[in-house]
């Protein structure tokens, strides 16, 4: 059986879908906190398990020996520690045979501040002793494509990052074919991949082949770091988020979201999909 975690999210979603093309239903299970919204997969088929990462009892029953996990990160930053924590202790428990868990770019390097709780939970992971693989992921293309309309109805794409920095991202859907193709192999046990796009693009690339498609220009907003830290506070976010955002466009200054080793494209066997194609779809959407 293989088993995913945060099945009802899009990286979720998009991994369950490319099982059902790989595998029989019937060795399929997600877990998810409302099982409401993973019903559609549960009339494919697929066995529905309720559990929350924040609620250790309700994961008691959430996987069996033996079978192959796939741990989508939690989405509820500053709370994950615990959350990834409880979920890899359930694994444990039950025996299972594998569990990938999903990191970020660089596992041990990422010395920002987003990458913390990855890195505790890969710690806390290897030393579990469970056969586990690490699918460091770079950023979604979609992080910016799907903001192409906020970024036009706010005066432009909003970073301080520095002038050339450079983001090696790939797709949604690269990343779950990367996981797709751990859960349904041989040979992955205790295998850490740095995932990334086969090409990185300067934010000055990335918003002229946005204005290109879109027909009329979508500025690039570089600021200073205060000056960004500002700007979201202004906005609302709340105080926990603008340090994390401000941090991982430092961290794109510094290069270490441009990393490519050329993983992702190995697992899934083929390039990864081109920025520009993301872009399309975002600018569909706008
Ligand atoms: N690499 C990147 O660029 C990037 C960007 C954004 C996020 N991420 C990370 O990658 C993960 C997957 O991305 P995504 O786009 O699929 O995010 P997403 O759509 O927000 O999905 C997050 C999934 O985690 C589930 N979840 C959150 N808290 C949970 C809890 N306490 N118990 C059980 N399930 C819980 C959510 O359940 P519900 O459906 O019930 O909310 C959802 O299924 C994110 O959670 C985040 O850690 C990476």
């Given amino acids: 059986m293989i088993v995913v975690t945060g099945a009802t999210g899009k990286l979720g979603t998009l991994v369950v879908e490319g099982l059902i093309n790989q595998v029989p239903v019937e060795e399929i299970a997600v877990v998810a906190r409302d099982a ?3 019903r559609r997969f549960g009339e494919l088929g697929v066995e529905v398990r309720q559990a929350d990462y924040s609620d250790p009892a309700s994961l008691a029953d959430a996987f069996r020996e033996g079978e192959k996990v796939l741990l989508i990160s939690g989405s509820e930053v500053g709370q994950r520690v615990p959350q990834h924590k409880a979920v890899v202790d359930a694994a444990k428990s039950a025996g299972v045979a594998l569990l990938a868990y999903t990191s ?16 505790i939970t890969e710690r806390y992971l290897i030393d579990s002793g469970i056969p586990y693989v690490l699918l460091r992921n770079g950023w979604y ?11 036009l109805a706010t005066g432009g794409l909003l970073t301080s990052a520095a002038e050339g920095a450079e983001v090696a991202s790939a797709s949604r859907a690269d990343f779950a074919a990367a996981a797709v193709a751990v859960l349904t192999g041989d040979g992955h046990a205790n295998a ?30 570089r600021v200073t770091p205060e000056v960004h830290r500002g700007i979201l506070e202004g906005a609302g976010l709340p105080g926990t988020l603008v340090p994390i955002l401000v941090g991982a466009d430092d961290a794109i200054s510094r290069g270490l979201l441009a990393t ?8 899934i066997g083929r390039p ?12 569909k959407s706008v």
């Fill in 104 to 119: 970020i770019l660089g596992g041990p390097a990422a010395d920002f501040e987003l990458a913390r709780e990855h890195q």
């Fill in 260 to 267: 490519r080793t050329g993983d992702l494209s190995r697992l």
């Fill in 272 to 283: 990864t999909t081109p920025v520009a194609e993301a872009i399309a779809q975002g600018v």
């Fill in 192 to 221: 850490e991949y740095e995932l990334s796009g086969d090409r990185a693009w300067t934010f000055e690339e990335f918003t002229a082949e946005a204005s290109r498609q879109l027909g009329k220009e979508l500025p690039l907003n």
């Fill in 36 to 38: 409401a919204k993973a």
């Fill in 141 to 151: 293309h979609e992080v910016y494509t799907e903001a192409i309309g906020q970024a």
